[in-house]
């Protein structure tokens, strides 16, 4: 692939990310757990009590997870509109890279005490879900 057809080509697909694949387990954990807990409500043999406090422990978890994953959202910073596609080095001290910023690409040539763009294009619309 040539400099032209990197700085035409799509911005890397987003894969799906896992916090959904978490937020669902949590929320599978939290509805087991419950379950457990009204079904086992009146236990008293020694295997009901170990499965009610299953069912609790399972409750506490996915409640834990949940507050854990808001406070982690709380703080995280504003996506930034600059973007780096791609970067390759030419030697130990020099690179290129593409960057893409409100919709318009550059590539950059860098190194040691010196900065060049080389080209610049406009940027191609993402296709998410797409493979690259």
């Known amino acids: 692939m040539n400099f032209a057809d990197l700085l035409a080509a799509p911005g890397p697909a987003r894969a799906q990310s896992d916090d959904r694949k978490r937020q669902r387990a949590a929320a599978i954990a939290i509805g087991l757990g419950a379950l457990l807990l009204v079904l086992l409500a009146g236990a ?51 690179a290129v890279a593409l960057i893409e910023l409100e919709n318009e690409r550059f590539l950059v040539a860098y190194g040691d005490g010196f900065t060049q763009l080389l080209a610049t294009r406009p940027a191609t619309p993402r296709q998410e879900g797409s493979a690259q």
């Open 44 to 94: 008293t043999t020694f295997a009901g009590q170990g499965l009610r406090v299953a069912g609790g422990l399972a409750v506490v978890a996915g409640i834990a997870f949940g507050a854990l994953r808001l406070l982690s959202n709380a703080h995280r910073a504003p996506a930034s509109p600059l973007r780096l596609v791609a970067r390759t080095p030419l030697s130990p001290r020099t």
